[in-house]
């Protein structure tokens, strides 16, 4: 690993103070965060809006690639895959869980299950692609 | 049109109160949204966060919709797919243009490029799918 | 299960003689399908063509659906969505593993890795989405 | 333009001597394709199989990028994501349409509609991405 836990959550509210985002694991081309649901992340009919999950996966995409090839700020999301599979519970935590494909020269690709806290039955899965700047070597052999 | 600008803003407004975009204009199958960037819509380097752009847009598929279909707030989203293209500007507005592909009578799919106001670069593109609720019968003959 | 593996390659011989796909399992919300390369299917540079990893991925998607909800040819595919993680070898077979993420009343959702046959990097991710005609009871309540 | 439609379609004849794709038209950003559909290409019900389409699609973007990049062989697929929107006819030809909204340095993003011929409802919508290699200097400043 090239950034710890630790050092990924100071670097994340440093660089966003408004997240809420919280990194449970990081580790073997993975990650895991979570997200208490609030006022703020609810819709009409008590469930989590999409924009939430859409950034939680977000979140959970770019703490695991800096995880691997260390605190590049500049890694940026090129796309951004999301199916809605259930309806989110409106109380409770999100727990979003990442899993890296590839983790190219140029180009990472990682899925996101996110989950209602206590289900195992996702809530939505997210499929997205991130450019990886010039020099930030991986921290393992390219695959 | 089942509903017009006006009803579908006044609609917006009550069911979310926190929702910052605004609605230039609805019809032939479309919409065009905009929002104000401000400190909350910001991410490191003065751009616009990726997650803002995503709820703009699925705002301008959801205002849309319901312009040809009427007000039917079970319309739920069931997928997104956004492609960023190019750095947004951190002042000024952005801009949705949404186009409704398929107008079915239980999924609606459409396309919305995004714009820094001013320019005609998008910065994304989005395709979202909607899953209509039994009964909302389109407005239009199914196409 | 609503379907066996027999009688669903049964089914497909019989629907899609031109198909050379092999269904190697199914089962708990899943498949798992083969395809042997040849020339038809290979591209400048011995690698397999994009066409045909997605062909092959649809179809695994179809023959999960199917063990699950029983052999219902009006089920059509809605999205897919595939990113391109490696190169695959131009020799030996390709292997889809399939994961049905939801099955609804209206609405499936899936996922399929792709891989060279012996190795455990996926060629290919694909996320897709099918329409199940009404009166296709799920085999299993609804989750 | 780096490449005229009679180059493209000698290099397209002689790379993919299978393809039954036509180029009718390349230029500003765009192309256009054809393809006559054939037994082979169809599946029960008498409609187009996605497969054909996305593979449609796919040599869309590839023969606009080229047309404007010239003729890099090594431009790759790196994602498509593919809505069905409408039944096609099982009879005549399929037009794809593509138009790039993004040419950089390493990525290339286009869309593509699909039309049956003679109507102007498309019967299919695709999003894709190219990784384009280094050193492939786009025929226009990057934008």
Same mark, same amino acid.
């Given at each position: 690993?090239?950034? *710890? ?41 008590? *469930?989590?809006?999409?924009?939430? &999950?859409?950034? &939680? ?20 999301? *090129? ?5 809605? &599979? ?27 299950? &996110? ?29």
């Amino acid at each position: 690993m090239a950034a *710890t836990k630790e050092e990924l959550a100071a670097f994340m509210t440093a660089e966003f103070p408004q997240s809420k985002t919280v990194i449970e694991a990081v580790g073997d081309m993975g990650a895991t965060v979570s997200l208490a649901v609030g006022h703020g992340e609810l819709r009409p009919g008590g *469930t989590v809006s999409g924009p939430t &999950l859409m950034a &939680l996966a977000d979140t959970a995409l770019y703490v695991a690639i800096l995880s691997e090839i260390g605190i590049v700020p500049l890694a940026v999301t *090129t796309s951004l895959n999301i199916n809605f &599979l259930r309806k989110p519970a409106g109380n409770g935590r999100v727990i979003g869980v990442c899993k890296l494909m590839k983790l190219g020269r140029s180009l990472a690709v990682g899925e996101v299950s &996110l989950y209602s806290e206590g289900s195992d039955e996702p809530v939505a899965h997210v499929v997205g692609t991130y450019s990886i700047p010039p020099g930030a070597t991986p921290s393992r052999p390219a695959r």
